[in-house]
């Protein structure tokens, strides 16, 4: 097995031209999808003006088990992925983007992974959406090692209470951490919604992305 098993996997672009006078939103796929998966939201987004780029998981999962299994289980495939989104993020300011206006999107396991990057680098991020995830580790983690200063970053949690792959506990343990850190927080749990991205979503999605692009 590799040490980095994500390691050479395609980045798809699309939208706008990537430089530094569009805003970027990162999207990153959940569990047995692929960058054209996520990058489907595009037409629901609606948000032209916007890069989007979407890194790949080998063999279409960012780690094997759970977010809620113990952190070790998932290794090294989750280290891998925040390494993966961590060179995206370089990329981009090479290209001169400034990280105010970058965004990061992810559904599911992407979710997940888009919060635990978000929550260990996310100093001067543009903002974060988060459908149907959370932060990652097993019941009773305190996320006590978080040290970034998200100050009124926005951020947008959205789950619903019956999701058969996310708690509702623990989504809203993941606001409230990232409340804890300055960041501007909206979640909403949805009643018996599916395993999906809601028209409300969208629009939640939309007034973040919109921040960006005012920037």
Request: glycine share 10%; aromatic share 6%.
């Amino acid at each position: 097995m590799p040490t980095s098993p994500h390691d050479g996997q395609p980045v798809v672009h699309a939208g706008a031209p990537l430089g530094p006078d569009n805003p970027v939103v990162i999207m990153v796929h959940g569990r047995g999808a692929a960058p054209a998966n996520i990058l489907d939201l595009l037409p629901r987004l609606s948000r032209p003006a916007c890069t989007y780029v979407a890194p790949a998981a080998a063999d279409r999962a960012w780690y094997p088990f759970s977010f809620m299994a113990d952190r070790d289980k998932n290794e090294p495939w989750l280290s891998s992925a925040l390494t993966v989104l961590g060179r995206v993020v370089r990329d981009l300011e090479a290209h001169g983007v400034a990280r105010s206006r970058i965004a990061v999107l992810g559904f599911s396991q992407g979710a997940c992974l888009a919060s635990e990057f978000v929550l260990r680098h996310g100093q001067g991020f543009g903002g974060a959406v988060i459908f149907s995830g959370g932060l990652i580790g097993p019941p009773g983690t305190t996320w006590d090692d978080a040290r970034a200063s998200l100050q009124d970053m926005p951020v947008f949690f959205g789950c619903s209470d019956v999701d058969a792959h996310v708690p509702k506990v623990r989504v809203e343990e993941s606001a409230a951490v990232f409340e804890r850190l300055g960041a501007a927080v909206t979640t909403r749990i949805y009643p018996g919604m599916g395993h999906l991205v809601s028209d409300d979503e969208i629009v939640m999605a939309q007034d973040v992305l919109d921040r960006i692009g005012r920037l």
